[in-house]
């Protein structure tokens, strides 16, 4: 085998993988914010700006995970952008966005959250550098040189993905 399919392969198995992860995220959102709502129906005490803020700042770092992670199991180089975008949202959320704005460090486990955060930013950071070296060896295809009906299919998954989460999320009248 050479390193350049060991290299495909690789970047096909972690495109899939982060196509599950961004699902996963997103879905831990949308639960998130449901649980808000739910509570804030219970106490009648609105739910915290910032509660919301997060929320809708890792439903875009989810998005870019996501069709960052389908774009590489098609190996095309537009997966290069989405994954850059993710791991510098990711990395600012850890270093600025998220201390300063956005988390709640009187949370009980917030030292044991922020710590696995930093280690899957790091992981994530280290597949970006990957899938940076894929695209510079060639592994990965120009998205201009994909036939139409591919992007076609490709922006559909995406979408499809975009318009289930914004569902999931969006308020509902009367209910939670």
Do not use: C
Request: proline share 3%; glycine share 8%.
């Amino acid at each position: 085998m050479t390193l350049a399919l060991v290299l495909e392969v690789v970047l096909r198995v972690a495109g899939l993988f982060y196509v599950f992860g961004g699902i996963a995220l997103s879905r831990a959102i949308a639960t998130d914010v449901m649980l808000d709502r739910a509570l804030q129906k219970i106490t009648l005490e609105p739910t915290p700006k910032r509660e919301t803020r997060r929320a809708a700042y890792w439903f875009v770092v989810s998005f870019f995970m996501f069709a960052g992670g389908v774009l590489l199991v098609f190996l095309i180089d537009w997966a290069v952008i989405g994954f850059m975008v993710s791991a510098v949202l990711q990395a600012l959320y850890l270093g600025f966005v998220g201390p300063r704005y956005l988390d709640d460090t009187e949370e009980e486990d917030h030292a044991e959250t922020r710590a696995k955060s930093i280690r899957a930013t790091w992981i994530y950071a280290g597949v970006t550098v990957v899938v940076i070296v894929g695209a510079a060896m060639g592994v990965l295809v120009s998205g201009q040189a994909m036939p139409w009906w591919m992007l076609a299919l490709i922006a559909g998954v995406i979408l499809a993905q975009t318009i289930y989460l914004a569902n999931l999320i969006r308020p509902r009248k009367g209910g939670i």
